[in-house]
């Protein structure tokens, strides 16, 4: 289970950030500085020492749990908040797109090689491409059908039903791959069941499934999800669709729809729908349009740590390893093509443990298994 985030963890995790951020800068503003290289080896000492205390203090602070009650709200407020901007996200992506230049920059030095030269101008190019790939990172965390229905609440109305945070699941889907005899695949997908007000536990459940998004943004609708399952549970609120519901049904390939439960807790859980789960409440006006209450506002979901020991161990101690292997170049311990060799390797690790740690596995490490009811499903040709 994940544990709250404190501002004694955000604040050591964001110095942390901070003091490795100096490091690649003095790499690469003093890249033929002469060694030791104690204006990079000092910051990424304090920055380890710092992630250690952001470990500590994530360990220390306590779990994640429900949300308080609270009464049920007869408005559907017109402000509908987005999801929180995870900044120790941002900050993290860009200084892993960088790491590899950082590297390469620092065990370049003096000598002035050619493959030295070459090895830079790669990695330089490689953090201009991702940088400009992570920008998504910046941009809205909502999808432009999530704006759709913002903008509609912010109109005045939406189709709107009362609804309980019934069970989250993981769906094990298993299907055929088309690529031979015997050939099947299993994927996993992430709702939430929601529970029209007077429906009976497990009927007529309408599910709620995660954004989607693009470039590094990918991660956010489950993150978000995972969020609301572990403290929304059990809690009613208004599900809302957009009043222009069929300009998003008829443009999209998959005829998902965007979808807002408003928890009477004051917060808000973005996602899609599937056809099968809007299409009997807006085309049978099933859902009413309801106005919208401009006195009322609701705000993102808390936001747990983004730590998890069982997952991010291992990637801890691949970035201690890539730091261990910048050492001896940076002391001027070794040879200068030991030491490029060295700062190739540095490079690959910090690139690896950063993938891991925001953008590989991304289900793995957002969705706690303790939190999900497994369902399997199979495709018509399998049952």
């Given at each position: 289970?994940?544990?709250?985030?404190?501002?004694?963890?955000?604040?050591?995790?964001?110095?942390?950030?901070?003091?490795?951020?100096?490091?690649?800068?003095?790499?690469?503003?003093?890249?033929?500085?002469?060694?030791?290289?104690?204006?990079?080896?000092?910051?990424?000492?304090?920055?380890?020492?710092?992630?250690?205390?952001?470990?500590?203090?994530?360990?220390?602070?306590?779990?994640?749990?429900?949300?308080?009650?609270?009464?049920?709200?007869?408005?559907?407020?017109?402000?509908?908040?987005?999801?929180?901007?995870?900044?120790?996200?941002?900050?993290?992506?860009?200084?892993?797109?960088?790491?590899?230049?950082?590297?390469?920059?620092?065990?370049?030095?003096?000598?002035?090689?050619?493959?030295?030269?070459?090895?830079?101008?790669?990695?330089?190019?490689?953090?201009?491409?991702?940088?400009?790939?992570?920008?998504?990172?910046?941009?809205?965390?909502?999808?432009?059908?999530?704006?759709?229905?913002?903008?509609?609440?912010?109109?005045?109305?939406?189709?709107?039903?009362?609804?309980?945070?019934?069970?989250?699941?993981?769906?094990?889907?298993?299907?055929?791959?088309?690529?031979?005899?015997?050939?099947?695949?299993?994927?996993?997908?992430?709702?939430?069941?929601?529970?029209?007000?007077?429906?009976?536990?497990?009927?007529?459940?309408?599910?709620?499934?995660?954004?989607?998004?693009?470039?590094?943004?990918?991660?956010?609708?489950?993150?978000?999800?995972?969020?609301?399952?572990?403290?929304?549970?059990?809690?009613?609120?208004?599900?809302?669709?957009?009043?222009?519901?069929?300009?998003?049904?008829?443009?999209?390939?998959?005829?998902?729809?965007?979808?807002?439960?408003?928890?009477?807790?004051?917060?808000?859980?973005?996602?899609?729908?599937?056809?099968?789960?809007?299409?009997?409440?807006?085309?049978?006006?099933?859902?009413?349009?309801?106005?919208?209450?401009?006195?009322?506002?609701?705000?993102?979901?808390?936001?747990?740590?983004?730590?998890?020991?069982?997952?991010?161990?291992?990637?801890?101690?691949?970035?201690?390893?890539?730091?261990?292997?910048?050492?001896?170049?940076?002391?001027?311990?070794?040879?200068?093509?030991?030491?490029l060799a060295l700062g190739a390797v540095a490079g690959v690790l910090a690139l690896v443990a950063g993938g891991r740690l925001g953008i590989v596995g991304v289900q793995k490490q957002n969705m706690d298994p303790e939190l999900w009811?497994?369902?399997?499903?199979?495709?018509?040709?399998?049952?």
């Amino acid at each position: 289970m994940r544990h709250r985030s404190t501002p004694l963890a955000t604040a050591l995790g964001g110095a942390a950030l901070l003091f490795t951020a100096v490091a690649w800068g003095s790499a690469v503003v003093r890249y033929d500085a002469v060694a030791p290289r104690l204006d990079i080896l000092v910051p990424l000492a304090l920055a380890a020492l710092l992630a250690v205390g952001w470990l500590l203090a994530v360990r220390a602070a306590p779990p994640v749990e429900q949300l308080p009650a609270a009464a049920a709200r007869e408005g559907i407020p017109a402000t509908l908040g987005t999801v929180r901007r995870d900044w120790g996200h941002v900050g993290a992506a860009y200084l892993t797109v960088w790491a590899p230049f950082a590297a390469a920059r620092a065990a370049y030095g003096e000598g002035g090689s050619v493959f030295g030269s070459a090895y830079c101008g790669l990695t330089l190019f490689f953090g201009v491409v991702m940088s400009l790939y992570a920008t998504g990172l910046l941009t809205d965390q909502l999808g432009a059908a999530q704006r759709m229905l913002k903008e509609d609440a912010a109109a005045g109305s939406v189709h709107a039903v009362r609804v309980r945070f019934g069970t989250p699941v993981r769906e094990e889907y298993r299907r055929p791959t088309g690529m031979g005899v015997g050939s099947v695949m299993t994927t996993s997908s992430y709702y939430v069941d929601l529970l029209p007000e007077g429906g009976a536990d497990g009927q007529d459940a309408i599910r709620l499934k995660s954004m989607s998004g693009d470039n590094f943004r990918i991660p956010i609708g489950e993150k978000h999800l995972s969020h609301a399952a572990a403290q929304l549970s059990g809690h009613t609120g208004w599900l809302c669709w957009p009043t222009r519901w069929k300009d998003i049904a008829g443009t999209d390939k998959q005829r998902r729809l965007s979808a807002a439960f408003v928890a009477d807790t004051g917060h808000v859980v973005w996602g899609l729908m599937a056809q099968q789960d809007w299409e009997s409440w807006l085309r049978d006006d099933a859902a009413p349009v309801r106005e919208t209450d401009t006195g009322l506002a609701v705000e993102p979901l808390p936001r747990p740590s983004r730590f998890r020991s069982k997952v991010h161990a291992r990637t801890l101690l691949i970035a201690a390893v890539a730091a261990l292997t910048a050492v001896p170049y940076l002391v001027g311990a070794v040879p200068y093509g030991l030491g490029l060799a060295l700062g190739a390797v540095a490079g690959v690790l910090a690139l690896v443990a950063g993938g891991r740690l925001g953008i590989v596995g991304v289900q793995k490490q957002n969705m706690d298994p303790e939190l999900w009811t497994v369902r399997h499903e199979a495709h018509p040709s399998l049952r």
